[in-house]
Structures are given as structure tokens and as C-alpha cells.
């Protein structure tokens, strides 16, 4: 998939120029799958069946002249679960060129995540049979929503999803539907919602993958049952007064300047935290930032400090490495850890249980 930045474009434009497209595509082995033009946002995207990149540029070059700003390879069951289709829609021709098929569909999304305690620290805490019944009404609830509210559900696993919308209205009706659905059961899930929208490139060489890394990166900020929107969303979103935004207590905005503290904060430790090297004073400065400037900042929007931000940080991805088959040797230097006594120790803390009867949990 590319993007294209062409302000000004304007559907018909993108539709001429995808024509083009296919007209000279055999000659560089390419084919052409569909487009999606956002007249707002001066962005075109082309998804291409290539070889590699070099046939995508020249192709273009020859067909109109075109550059691509960015060029990233893609699933297509990814591209069809986040935007919903891989090939152009039907029905669509222009009124005197019925060989020119014009549709106007921004591939512009608001996503949103969901993310729960961990099942085996839920089991820990309440129990298998109770732990296995909440699961199941927060899969069945949430999904029951993502339906009704017209979400394209892109990733699910037992603790989180993935969900795309076109409609920031539909998403944020759907997440409040679902915490008020959960209710109680929210707060002993530790439910958590994080609302982002962006384009399907950007910085990322994954598809939408900044903007559904800030939406997590929200979703760890969260209380237990709270929805936290993205500075984008608060902008978009015409509120009509029925989910009631504005109780802090459910919902919380971030703004711009704190949204990017936050992005450096989390790309910083996601940089770092295999270093058993990095402490908070390196942490200060990888951030351009003094120990007390950083204390402040960290404290303020996450309600931890540095040195306990990066211990969760590292806990939480001593999760996932688990889940591969890492020993637990191999999990605790992996994840920055200095001994696996003490990794022990914090990950018994943190989830209540061992990391070693975790491990068995698992297989």
C-alpha cells in the first residue's frame, strides 16, 4: 500500500489517476487492487499487488507522475479487517465514462482497544469458573456491540481487541455501551478504552500502526472501567449529550501536548527496556529532560513515576515473552531485568502470582 499527499485532490482525480494505473500495470507485473481518496485530508492510498517497491514507483511514474510519499507492504486480511474491502466497491461509474469508477471512501479510521487483566491473573484474583464467566460476558458484550455499532474487528485475544470504525460517533457509542454493559464486571476486569484515529500510514511501517500504538499507550493510562480518547477524537467528536463525556469519572480527554510527552515516553521505554543498563537517570536523558522535570511530567499523566513506569512497562512484556516459550532465565534478560530472583519477585507482586506457575498456566 502507498499514500499519496495531494492537496486539493479530489475524488474523480483519484479515480483518473487509478485508471492510469491499470492501463500500464501488466508491464511492470503489478495489479491494482482498489484506492481510497480523503478530499479533506489531501490523502490518496493505493493498495498494489507488486513484486516490490521499485515496480510500484515506475508504474506510477509512467501512468501520471505521481509520487508515492510512502510505501509500506501489507496483509491484505489485514488491509480488508481494518478498511473493509481489498477491492474496489461496485457500482460506482462516473455519469458520461462508465469505464472511470468514482467513490469517494477515506480510508481514514477510528480505532479503538480494549484491553483486561491478564485471564491467568483474573483466575488468580476471582477464581477459574468465576474468571471464565466474566470473560465470557465481556467477549459476548463486546462483540454484541462492535456488531450493532457497524466496528470491523480487526484482533482479539482473551485479554484485548482491536476495532475499526469509519464513524467516531459509532465508535465512542460503542465503547460506552460495552463499560456500561461490563459495569461491575468492567471494574473487576480492569476494563480499559482507548479511543485514536489516523490514516493507515503513517511513521509505522505496520499498518494504522501508530495510531493503534496510542491507543493502547491510552489504555494503560485508564482507571478500571474508563474510556480514554485521543486529542483527535475530542476534536471530531460532535457530542450530543446522550453518553455524557464530560463525567471524568468514565471518560478522560488527553491533550495534544501531553499526547506527545506521552508518544516520546513509551517509544523511549520501548527503545530501551531490554537494557538492564537503563535507569531513570538515563531515562531523563534519552527524554532531554532532568530526573525532577522527568518525575514531574511521568507522574502527572501516567500517576507513576519513571523508575515504576519502566518496572510495569518491563513486567508487562515479560507477559508476552512468556507466552513464546521463554524460559524464565531468557524472560528476565530479555526484558531488562537483573536477576531472575528479583524478576520473580516484582512479577509475583504485580500479578499474583509466579512467573514459573504462570508458565504452566500457559501450556
Same mark, same amino acid.
Given at each position: 500500500?502507498d #499514500? +499519496?499527499?495531494?492537496?486539493?485532490? $479530489?475524488?474523480?482525480?483519484?479515480?483518473?489517476? +487509478?485508471?492510469?494505473?491499470?492501463?500500464?500495470?501488466?508491464?511492470?507485473?503489478c #495489479?491494482?487492487? =482498489?484506492?481510497?481518496v480523503?478530499?479533506?485530508?489531501?490523502?490518496? *492510498?493505493c493498495?498494489i499487488?507488486?513484486?516490490?517497491?521499485?515496480a510500484? =514507483?515506475?508504474?506510477?511514474?509512467?501512468?501520471?507522475?505521481?509520487v508515492?510519499n510512502?510505501?509500506?507492504?501489507?496483509?491484505?486480511?489485514?488491509v480488508?479487517?481494518?478498511?473493509?474491502?481489498?477491492?474496489?466497491?461496485?457500482?460506482?461509474?462516473?455519469?458520461?465514462?462508465?469505464?472511470?469508477?468514482v467513490f469517494n471512501?477515506?480510508?481514514?479510521?477510528i480505532? /479503538?482497544?480494549? $484491553?483486561?487483566?491478564?485471564?491467568?491473573?483474573l483466575?488468580?484474583?476471582?477464581?477459574?469458573?468465576k474468571?471464565?464467566?466474566?470473560?465470557?460476558l465481556?467477549n459476548?458484550?463486546m462483540?454484541?456491540?462492535?456488531?450493532?455499532?457497524?466496528?470491523?474487528?480487526?484482533?482479539?485475544?482473551?485479554?484485548? &481487541?482491536?476495532?475499526s470504525f469509519?464513524?467516531? %460517533?459509532q465508535?465512542?457509542?460503542c465503547?460506552?455501551?460495552?463499560?456500561k454493559g461490563? +459495569?461491575?464486571?468492567?471494574e473487576?476486569?480492569n476494563?480499559?478504552?482507548?479511543?485514536?484515529?489516523?490514516?493507515?500510514?503513517?511513521?509505522s511501517?505496520d /499498518?494504522?500502526?501508530?495510531?493503534?500504538?496510542?491507543?493502547?499507550?491510552l489504555c494503560?493510562?485508564g482507571?478500571?472501567?474508563?474510556?480514554?480518547?485521543?486529542s483527535?477524537?475530542?476534536?471530531?467528536?460532535?457530542?450530543?449529550g446522550?453518553?455524557?463525556?464530560?463525567?471524568?469519572?468514565? *471518560?478522560k480527554?488527553?491533550?495534544?501536548?501531553d499526547?506527545n510527552?506521552?508518544?516520546?515516553?513509551?517509544? =523511549?521505554?520501548s =527503545?530501551?527496556?531490554?537494557?538492564h543498563? &537503563?535507569d531513570v537517570?538515563? &531515562?531523563g536523558?534519552k527524554m532531554?529532560?532532568?530526573?525532577?522535570?522527568l518525575? #514531574? #511530567?511521568?507522574t502527572?499523566i %501516567?500517576? /507513576?513515576?519513571?523508575?515504576?513506569?519502566?518496572?510495569?512497562f518491563?513486567? /508487562?512484556?515479560s507477559?508476552?515473552?512468556?507466552? %513464546?516459550g521463554r524460559?524464565?532465565?531468557? %524472560?528476565?534478560?530479555?526484558?531488562?531485568?537483573n536477576s531472575?530472583?528479583?524478576f520473580t519477585?516484582?512479577?509475583?507482586?504485580?500479578?499474583?502470582?509466579?512467573?514459573?506457575?504462570?508458565l504452566?498456566?500457559?501450556?
Amino acid at each position: 500500500m502507498d #499514500r +499519496h499527499n495531494v492537496p486539493g485532490i $479530489e475524488a474523480k482525480a483519484a479515480a483518473e489517476a +487509478h485508471r492510469a494505473d491499470m492501463l500500464v500495470q501488466d508491464e511492470f507485473g503489478c #495489479r491494482c487492487m =482498489t484506492y481510497w481518496v480523503d478530499e479533506e485530508r489531501g490523502n490518496a *492510498f493505493c493498495l498494489i499487488d507488486a513484486p516490490n517497491i521499485d515496480a510500484v =514507483t515506475k508504474m506510477h511514474d509512467k501512468a501520471h507522475g505521481l509520487v508515492s510519499n510512502e510505501i509500506i507492504q501489507v496483509n491484505s486480511n489485514v488491509v480488508e479487517a481494518f478498511l473493509g474491502r481489498i477491492q474496489d466497491p461496485k457500482g460506482y461509474a462516473d455519469n458520461h465514462d462508465s469505464t472511470l469508477k468514482v467513490f469517494n471512501d477515506p480510508a481514514f479510521r477510528i480505532i /479503538l482497544v480494549a $484491553e483486561i487483566l491478564n485471564p491467568i491473573s483474573l483466575q488468580q484474583q476471582l477464581g477459574k469458573d468465576k474468571a471464565k464467566q466474566l470473560l465470557r460476558l465481556y467477549n459476548e458484550i463486546m462483540r454484541n456491540q462492535i456488531r450493532k455499532n457497524e466496528g470491523r474487528e480487526v484482533e482479539a485475544e482473551g485479554e484485548g &481487541f482491536i476495532v475499526s470504525f469509519i464513524s467516531v %460517533t459509532q465508535a465512542v457509542n460503542c465503547a460506552v455501551a460495552a463499560q456500561k454493559g461490563l +459495569h461491575v464486571a468492567g471494574e473487576l476486569l480492569n476494563l480499559r478504552i482507548g479511543l485514536n484515529a489516523g490514516m493507515p500510514i503513517d511513521k509505522s511501517k505496520d /499498518l494504522f500502526g501508530d495510531t493503534v500504538k496510542m491507543a493502547k499507550y491510552l489504555c494503560s493510562l485508564g482507571k478500571e472501567n474508563q474510556i480514554m480518547m485521543a486529542s483527535i477524537i475530542r476534536e471530531i467528536y460532535k457530542d450530543d449529550g446522550k453518553n455524557n463525556i464530560n463525567n471524568k469519572n468514565n *471518560f478522560k480527554w488527553i491533550d495534544p501536548i501531553d499526547e506527545n510527552f506521552l508518544q516520546l515516553l513509551f517509544d =523511549t521505554l520501548s =527503545t530501551n527496556y531490554q537494557n538492564h543498563q &537503563f535507569d531513570v537517570e538515563r &531515562f531523563g536523558k534519552k527524554m532531554i529532560m532532568s530526573k525532577s522535570k522527568l518525575y #514531574r #511530567r511521568c507522574t502527572a499523566i %501516567t500517576n /507513576l513515576s519513571p523508575n515504576a513506569l519502566l518496572r510495569e512497562f518491563r513486567l /508487562l512484556k515479560s507477559l508476552d515473552l512468556l507466552k %513464546t516459550g521463554r524460559n524464565i532465565s531468557q %524472560t528476565t534478560f530479555d526484558c531488562g531485568f537483573n536477576s531472575p530472583s528479583y524478576f520473580t519477585k516484582c512479577f509475583q507482586k504485580r500479578f499474583g502470582i509466579s512467573p514459573l506457575a504462570y508458565l504452566k498456566e500457559l501450556s
